[in-house]
């Protein structure tokens, strides 16, 4: 079964700062790799997905992540953060199977000092 | 388009009331789920929908019953609440029936208290 693990639980960053994201999976074959946004009172919402092809993906908002399969990882990024981005971030993967879930990680929240 | 909507978006029960959490989508989705969402721990899948008709048990089904009552709606229920129950309540649907790998779109949630 597969597995995800997002080591930080949260993470402050100051406004116009870089930032990155953690998250580990565990599984055999290649994974389908999610990450989703959660604002505070809202539901999660998709930034960005890898299914195979170009490693580094283009997600909504600014942001990217990167599949590194020698590091089973696929950490988000963005270069310059925004007080808007003060949110819950989830890391997700699943597999090519009907009937499989969605196994989501535990979250980082992200507070961005002004 | 709304999306997917849930109601109540607040509930408190106490402890052995039973309730029913709605939820509707509107873009002619497949699939559709129940989460719970509770802190450190992530969003866990209680029950799914692949297709209308059909229903199954995902991670953590015990004390929760779901209808499929068309294609748009998914509904969850509690028969006999229990504090373990409190948490936030997600509803998301998928336009295919590969929950691993399709764009899950969620509502905005419902949560719940039990005392």
């Known amino acids: 079964a597969q597995s995800v693990t997002q080591p930080d639980i949260h993470i402050t960053v100051s406004e116009g700062a870089s930032l990155e994201l953690r998250c580990n999976y565990s599984y055999g074959a290649t994974p389908y790799l999610f990450w989703y946004v959660q604002s505070p009172g809202q539901g999660l919402q998709l930034l960005l997905k890898?299914?195979?092809?170009?490693?580094l993906v283009q997600g909504i908002k600014g942001f990217e992540a990167e599949f590194k399969r020698s590091q089973s990882s696929f950490n988000l990024r963005k270069p310059s953060v925004h007080w808007s981005d003060a949110a819950e971030y989830f890391c997700?993967?699943?597999?090519?199977?009907?009937?499989?879930?969605?196994?989501f990680g535990t979250g980082t929240r992200l507070a961005v000092r002004p | 388009n709304a999306g997917v909507t849930q109601t109540p978006k607040f509930q408190v029960l106490k402890t052995g009331q039973s309730m029913t959490l709605q939820c509707a989508q509107d873009?002619?989705?497949?699939?559709m789920y129940w989460y719970r969402q509770d802190p450190g721990m992530g969003l866990r899948l209680i029950y799914y929908s692949a297709s209308e008709g059909t229903t199954d048990k995902g991670e953590v089904p015990n004390g929760y019953n779901v209808s499929r009552l068309n294609k748009r709606e998914f509904s969850l229920r509690l028969e006999s609440a229990a504090p373990s129950q409190t948490s936030v309540y997600f509803c998301?649907?998928?336009?295919?029936?590969?929950?691993?790998?399709?764009?899950?779109?969620f509502g905005p949630g419902t949560r719940l208290t039990v005392l």
């Open positions: 873009m002619n989705h497949n699939s």
């Open positions: 890898y299914f195979s092809g170009d490693t």
């Open positions: 997700a993967v699943g597999v090519w199977s009907s009937g499989d879930k969605l196994t």
């Open positions: 998301a649907s998928s336009e295919l029936g590969l929950a691993g790998t399709d764009t899950q779109y």
